[in-house]
């Protein structure tokens, strides 16, 4: 059974910094392009970084990407998001996702042409 959990949420200030993690069980992170989508309040989720198979391809919401780091341990079946100096607008239910590879890393991260299969989702709170 395929699974995708993520931890390392909670409440961050103004100008910190977090990494996010997706311990991936029932499938290999290597065989898919992985991401991280975000949904704030009130707003639609969106993808902000993906990462592409063994090529290591990456997109980027271009307004974070001076911010965001998407990484893979493909040892450890894991994915990672660093955010720095996060801002109250980062604020968001951060999702990790699994797409299958049926289209370009930008495409699959910026438009819904297939169904993720998707983590539970963690918390992310920037308030000081």
């Known amino acids: 059974q395929l699974q995708l959990v993520e931890s390392g949420g909670g409440l961050v200030q103004p100008g910190g910094s977090l990494r996010l993690s997706c311990a991936g069980s029932?499938?290999?992170?290597?065989?898919?392009?992985m991401g991280w989508f975000r949904q704030a309040p009130d707003n639609e989720r969106e993808g902000i970084a993906c990462?592409?198979?063994?090529?290591?391809?990456?997109y980027y919401k271009p307004t974070l990407k001076d911010r965001i780091t998407i990484s893979r341990d493909d040892a450890r079946n894991t994915l990672y998001l660093q955010i720095d100096n996060v801002e109250t607008e980062d604020t968001a239910v951060y999702y990790c996702?699994?797409?299958?590879?049926?289209?370009?890393?930008?495409?699959?991260?910026?438009?819904?042409?297939?169904?993720?299969?998707w983590g539970q989702g963690i918390q992310v709170t920037v308030s000081s």
């Open positions: 990462i592409k198979g063994r090529e290591i391809q990456t």
């Open positions: 029932g499938l290999k992170m290597g065989d898919y392009v």
């Open positions: 996702a699994a797409l299958p590879p049926i289209s370009t890393v930008e495409v699959l991260c910026r438009f819904s042409i297939t169904t993720p299969y």
